[in-house]
């Protein structure tokens, strides 16, 4: 088995529990029926399909074949072991958004933006430096920063009806 395929299934295992225990406790959560709330906005909706959806992957995780043979490694192919600095920077930006930024700092919108367009430059600022392309990854970073946040502002208030800070 390649070194790829020797955390899959453990942390396949670990994925589908989680998602399991969230898709549980979002079912346990107060459906609010009783004063009138729309059905597409109870509580536990969103984070209940995200613990499937997490679960669904956990299975596909736990089930799937490595890629390559024994020995056979593909082009920028790392084994799937994930390096220390981006584990700790999206560590770091996660925590700072959830803390820093929602409810506290900015617009969500703005925070979400900043969010995004920082997670894409810094995860991608070394490919980009390298092959001469930091203006284009700017550029598509702050695109893609401002189409997201307006994205996910939309959905959440206007479908979800979700009041964001």
């Not at 617009?107 to 367009?117: Q, R, S």
């Not at 920082?118 to 990854?137: C, Q, V």
Request: with cysteine; proline share 7%; aromatic share 14%.
């Amino acid at each position: 088995m390649s070194v790829r395929g020797t955390h899959d299934r453990p942390f396949g295992l670990f994925w589908l529990a989680l998602g399991l225990a969230i898709a549980f406790e979002s079912w346990r959560m107060p459906r609010l029926e009783e004063q009138g709330i729309n059905p597409y906005t109870i509580p536990g909706l969103v984070p209940g399909l995200l613990g499937l959806i997490l679960g669904i992957f956990g299975v596909v995780l736990f089930f799937r074949r490595a890629p390559m043979a024994e020995g056979v490694a593909l082009e920028g192919d790392d084994g799937g072991v994930a390096e220390p600095w981006r584990v700790a920077l999206a560590f770091l930006l996660c925590v700072g958004f959830g803390v820093g930024a929602l409810g506290h700092g900015p617009p969500f919108w703005l925070g979400a933006g900043l969010f995004l367009f920082l997670a894409i430059i810094l995860f991608e600022y070394p490919d980009h430096k390298a092959a001469g392309t930091l203006r284009y990854g700017i550029i598509r970073a702050a695109l893609v920063g401002a189409i997201g946040a307006a994205a996910i502002t939309f959905i959440f208030q206007e479908i979800f009806l979700v009041r964001l800070p």
